[in-house]
Every structure is written in C-alpha cells, then in structure tokens.
C-alpha cells in the first residue's frame, strides 16, 4: 500500500482527497448522464457536461504526471 504512496509522491490523506474528488465528480456525472439519457428535455449543468469533463480528465492526468516526476 505504502509503495504506492512513495511512488506517486504522495501523503495518505492527499491520496484520498484526490481520489475521492475525481470518484465523486464522476459518479455526478454519470447520474446526470443517466437521467439526461432517459429524459433529454432535462438540461445538462455544463459543470457535467463531456466537455467539462474530458478537460478536467487532462488536468488530473497532468497532475498525476507531474506528480511523478517530483
């Protein structure tokens, strides 16, 4: 468990925190997604929209890149 930590450069509780934001934003995404799919006049919040969340993919891909190299 620990090594992945060390490898990722990264407290146990940051872990969390950021796995749990990406988890959560994913998981209201996809329910706004599954409502919207069964009743399209029902708007999308651009907060959840795909393009809102391919761009927040490549943040958190960039910062667990960066995260790597340190």
């Given at each position: 468990m620990f090594k992945h930590l060390k490898e990722n450069n990264q407290s146990y509780l940051k872990h969390v925190k950021f796995a749990w934001v990406v988890a959560f934003y994913m998981l209201f995404s996809s329910c706004f997604l599954l409502v919207h799919g069964l009743?399209?006049?029902?708007p999308m919040p651009q907060l959840f929209s795909v393009e809102s969340i391919s761009r927040k993919m490549r943040k958190w891909d960039a910062y667990l890149k960066l995260r790597k190299l340190k």
């Open positions: 009743m399209p006049f029902i």
